[in-house]
Structures are given as structure tokens and as C-alpha cells.
């Protein structure tokens, strides 16, 4: 979940019955109130959200595909209500990029956690280990102004791009 502007931004299954469970961005503002935004083609799928410039976000759309027991996905950038361009095409993501939270980096790169590390990935390459970290971590969370809060499950770190840390908070759950 997160807030573009005056818009509040969730993934979720539309419609709510949908036993094939097609993941939808919903969108909430004041004057249009909940609605699907995006809905996905494909069953057993999910989007993932992450904030771009201004207006815009990036958007990770990702389905199983039990025929070939894999994952796909692909990266789309958009401004809310407006249709998505397609940054990375459909391709196999056996490293499930984004479910741990993802940034696309000032390069193109894109930052993402899967535990216990921090990874960065260009287009059609493997990933690498971004930073060693002092914790495993769990989740990143990209802040509008390009900053990361890096979660592990005892602390949490705000970093800038760059992974340089600017504050810590440990022993959260001591």
C-alpha cells in the first residue's frame, strides 16, 4: 500500500470472488472513491508497488504458471489512471523480484530483498548482492524521496540510495 499524490494504492483481488485469484491495483482518492485501477489477465497472479518520479510508480506484475511450475513477471511504469508502459517484458523470475519490496535504482537497476540479502538486477542479467548487511534482511520499503527503510526482524535501517546508513533502530522485538 502506498500514497501517490492524493491517491491511496493497494494490490488486491478483483473481482472479490475471483477463485482464480487475478491480482487488480485498486485506487482510492476522494472523488472517485475505491476502484480497480489495473486488473490482471493471468490467475494466481499479484503486483507489487514501488513510488517512481512525481506521479508515477513502478509496477512488478507477476503469475505462476503451474504448467511450468515457474514464476513470471514484468515491470511496468505508470502514472495512476493512466495505462502502463512496460519497462521489462514478461520473463521467468525464479528469484520472485519484488516480493520482498523493490526500488528501481538512478542506473535502472533494480534493488530488491529476498531473504537474507539485498540484490540488484539489470534486465535479462542474475542478480548480485547489493550490500552485505549486518542483519538477514526481510523486506525493503522505498520512500518517495529515494531513501530505503531496510527491515530485518529485529531492526530497521534507514539508508539512502547509495546504502549509506542515516538511522537504525535495533532490538525491536527484545
Excluded: K
Excluded at 482464480?20 to 482518492?29: K, T
Excluded at 507489487?48 to 513502478?58: G, L
Amino acid at each position: 500500500m502506498m500514497i501517490v499524490g492524493e491517491t491511496l494504492l493497494w494490490s488486491y483481488v478483483y473481482p472479490l470472488d475471483d477463485t482464480a485469484h487475478r491480482a487488480c491495483l485498486m485506487v482510492w482518492d476522494e472523488e472517485g472513491g475505491a476502484r480497480p485501477w489495473l486488473v490482471s489477465e493471468h490467475a494466481a497472479s499479484n503486483w507489487m508497488v514501488a513510488p517512481a518520479d512525481s506521479d508515477e510508480v513502478y509496477l512488478i506484475e507477476r503469475y505462476y504458471d503451474p504448467a511450468m511450475d515457474a514464476f513470471w513477471m514484468r515491470m511496468l511504469r505508470a502514472e495512476i489512471g493512466v495505462d502502463p508502459v512496460e519497462v521489462w517484458p514478461w520473463g521467468v523470475d525464479p528469484h520472485r523480484l519484488g516480493e520482498g519490496g523493490f526500488a528501481v535504482l538512478a542506473d535502472g537497476r533494480v534493488l530488491f530483498a529476498r531473504f537474507p540479502n539485498i540484490y540488484t538486477q539489470e534486465r535479462g542479467q542474475e542478480p548480485t548482492i547489493w550490500r552485505v548487511w549486518p542483519q538477514p534482511v526481510s523486506a525493503i520499503h522505498p520512500l518517495a524521496d529515494g531513501r530505503l527503510l531496510i527491515r530485518s526482524t529485529e531492526a530497521i535501517w534507514l539508508v539512502s540510495a547509495t546504502g549509506e546508513i542515516e538511522q537504525y533502530w535495533g532490538g525491536l522485538l527484545q
